[in-house]
């Protein structure tokens, strides 16, 4: 399957982002979808999971309650919904996806397919 983010864009601090992550491919429904962030000189850090079925998500400690996490299989869409943005919060957002399990967990490598980031930018 291939990915592809979009929505990223310059933010001040307190405001709000909607990504898209696009995939292609007749078995979207049957991945399991991860939104992860990359800062300047950092790991890849996880943000958000979400189940084949989208009734299952997890949520990073950094993000719970400020972002949420939700997919369209019928459009092959995932969303990022990123509310109170904090300068923290800057980073190039990626979208993955795995095949093997309903639901992945926060480390990258174990994500069988990565899409290409979109730079979210919060200034305070």
């Known amino acids: 399957v291939q990915l592809q983010a979009s929505g990223g864009g310059s933010v001040q601090a307190g405001g709000s982002l909607t990504l898209s992550c696009a995939g292609s491919g007749s078995y979207f429904s049957r991945y399991a979808m991860g939104w992860f962030r990359q800062a300047p000189g950092k790991e890849h850090e996880f943000v958000a999971a979400i189940s084949w079925s989208g009734g299952t998500t997890n949520y990073a400690d950094s993000v719970k309650g400020r972002f949420t996490i939700a997919r369209n299989n019928g459009a092959r869409t995932v969303s990022l919904q990123m509310n109170s943005l904090k300068p923290d919060d800057t980073a190039v957002y990626y979208c993955?996806?795995?095949?093997?399990?309903?639901?992945?967990?926060?480390?990258?490598?174990?994500?069988?397919?990565r899409g290409q980031g979109t730079l979210v930018t919060v200034s305070s």
């Open positions: 993955a996806a795995g095949r093997r399990s309903p639901i992945y967990g926060t480390d990258w490598s174990t994500y069988d397919y």
